[in-house]
């Protein structure tokens, strides 16, 4: 006979889901069990990881690489499930489809301040807030996975199954009785969202034909659409700004692609928005409002799935509700029309020079000398021997802007990270779940070591435990050293114009590399730029996972694509307030500013 929790599995199977990330613990025992009996069918899978928030954040992860279509973590009660609510988060935040599977006390004692009883409804009625339901009777299981599945598909949202742990274990009721109080259901997906009406598509074009300078932002949303996205963007002579999360949406390398936008973006990126008179947004609500065009300088068009997200950054003047790659299809006919302005050709030709400039001062700024190691200069390096396929997973951070700005994506490579939450610890958990969504293909981590020591080497020790049933063994942890939190140290000279409070910022000098080695992985701890070269071939050419533990100078600064006066003035504050790393500070500001910009202009007009 089977058990409401073989029936739960069943019944997401029919959604698609067949990938559990979880840990267990006797919460979620029958639902762990029947997982089991599916697996050995060959109709599940079950990731184990160290701690429920990775194993959150990886099934939100799964399906950004395109692993599944809905996201699913089982985690056991109480502690479990609050461990598990980071990466809850992340899934909402992004608009990923997940279901949670919370054990819960056994029915018997809820209500007895039982152990580890904790009124999970309420805890994650925020996270999961258009569907959390605890069940409490087997008959209930059919109606509350398709619900459950059918929401967070939807809604692109995180929903939450709440599983008394007796429960889990009693005999399903696969087919409710077709009587009063009972409830049927499908476990068909809706139909997606389609093209918006004629109407909204011509009153669109007729504000992008008007345009001489178009800009385009584009967002995760626009993932799919690169052919139409393309044709769109050549149609109207427009430059392209990426968010971070649609990294991958568009080759870095194209003259007319102004890279990642926003405060870890580029000047070229800054400039495209600030010098143009018209603005199409596909699939993006990035939310740094000063990096859009100032408001009433552009018209403005927004395309998404959900109307709710449309006009929500910039007084946008029509808004289409659609798939990206519809729309932008159905647009193009329009926008092909006799009467419509021609775009200036001499605003891509601007865009382009930009590009030209912002990679002459990034090439120098990465080669500026830095004490040990620049990390630009690593990441730079990993750009020029990246594996067409890989996936890369990036964390929060310093690492996050290295990875925005200096690692050049193309066609076929994904990547990803925690893109709105933006919480530190995602990168390795992100990394995982890319290989199990696609074993037979290579990945690259990027973090730094405070979130390395946050949950990234426990997890090394999930990929020793897992590496060797991937077909393809390459999984390359770039871990950017510094000693310090250096994003938030950067936050408090900048923003506050306060010297870094030394206890709270410095984080212990671990070696990633020998832990890695003593796991029976490979790694290789580098400290000069000279290693960099055969340290990154070594990585990729290696046999198994390998971790670099890349030793880079703190004082490296992240200047902004348009720094204010005031981030200026703060950071010359914060030194004369007794910056102990002023010296540093100044020389590094020196050598990433005034240095590169000088050695970029030298190398222009000797003709480099």
């Known amino acids: 006979m089977p058990t409401v929790g073989d029936h739960l599995v069943s019944r997401l199977a029919t959604w698609g889901a067949h990938r559990y990330y979880g840990y267990a613990g006797d919460g979620i025992g029958g639902v762990m069990s029947a997982v089991d009996r599916a697996a050995q069918r060959g109709a ?30 089982a ?200 010098g143009c008179d018209t603005l199409l947004i596909v699939g993006s609500t990035m939310p740094y409002s000063e990096y859009y065009p100032a408001p009433g300088a552009a018209r403005a068009v927004q395309i998404d799935v959900d109307g709710a997200r449309c006009g ?34 001499s605003w891509r030709e601007d865009v382009a020079r930009w590009n030209r400039a912002w990679d002459a001062w990034s090439l120098e700024s990465a080669t500026a000398k830095a004490e040990p190691l620049n990390p630009q200069l690593v990441v730079r390096g990993l750009s020029d021997r990246l594996p067409d ?14 990875f925005a700005r200096d690692l050049s994506m193309r066609p076929g490579m994904l990547a990803s990270l925690s893109g709105t939450l933006l919480s530190m610890g995602g990168g390795m958990p992100y990394a995982l779940a890319a290989k199990e969504a696609h074993p037979d293909r290579p990945v690259l981590a990027i973090i730094g070591d405070g979130a390395m020591q946050m949950n990234g080497v426990n997890e090394l020790i999930t990929v020793a435990q897992r590496w060797r049933g991937w077909a393809d063994p390459r999984f390359v942890v770039l871990v950017l050293n510094n000693r310090d939190l250096s994003f938030v140290t950067w936050e408090a000279r900048a923003q506050q114009g306060e010297v870094p409070y030394a206890d709270a910022q410095r984080v212990p000098d671990v070696p990633y590399a020998g832990w890695a080695e003593l796991l029976g992985l490979a790694g290789r701890r580098l400290d000069g730029p000279e290693q960099v070269g055969s340290a990154l071939d070594a990585a990729w050419a290696w046999d198994r996972p390998f971790v670099l533990d890349a030793v880079v100078d703190e004082d490296v600064p992240m200047i902004p694509p348009h720094p204010s006066a005031e981030q200026a003035w703060n950071t010359l504050k914060s030194q004369l307030k007794g910056d102990p790393a002023a010296a540093g500070v100044l020389r590094q500001g020196l050598r990433q500013s005034v240095g590169a910009a000088g050695r970029a202009v030298a190398g222009a007009l000797r003709g480099d």
């Open 44 to 73: 599940a899978q079950f990731v184990q990881v160290r701690h429920e928030e990775t194993a959150a954040f990886a099934a939100c992860a799964d399906v950004k690489y395109g692993g599944s279509d809905l996201g699913v973590v």
């Open 312 to 345: 929500l950054r910039y007084p946008t003047e029509v808004n289409l509700v659609g798939d990206a790659a519809l729309t932008l299809a159905a647009l193009l006919p329009l926008l092909e029309e006799d009467g419509g302005a021609q775009p200036d050709p």
């Open 389 to 402: 396929d890989v996936m890369v997973a990036a964390d929060c951070g310093t690492a996050t802007a290295w």
């Open 75 to 274: 985690v056991t009660s109480g502690p479990g499930a609050i461990h598990a609510l980071n990466g809850l988060y992340d899934a909402k935040m992004d608009h990923v489809p997940v279901v949670a599977l919370l054990g819960h006390t056994a029915t018997s004692a809820l209500g007895t301040s039982f152990y580890q009883e904790v009124d999970l409804a309420n805890l994650v009625k925020d996270v999961a807030g258009d569907y959390v339901h605890v069940l409490s009777d087997a008959s209930q299981v059919q109606h509350a996975v398709d619900r459950a599945a059918r929401t967070a598909l939807a809604h692109r949202t995180v929903t939450v199954l709440v599983l008394p742990s007796d429960l889990q274990d009693a005999d399903a009721v696969e087919h409710p009785p077709y009587a009063h109080g009972y409830v049927h259901t499908s476990s068909v997906p809706s139909s997606p969202v389609g093209t918006p009406p004629a109407e909204s598509l011509r009153a669109a074009a007729e504000v992008l034909r008007a345009g001489k300078k178009v800009a385009v932002l584009a967002g995760v949303g626009a993932a799919g659409a690169r052919e139409e996205l393309t044709a769109v963007a050549d149609r109207l002579g427009a430059g392209v700004a990426k968010a971070l999360l649609g990294k991958t949406v568009l080759d870095d390398d194209l003259e007319w692609v102004t890279g990642a936008i926003g405060l870890l973006g580029t000047r070229p990126s800054w400039e495209l928005m600030d």
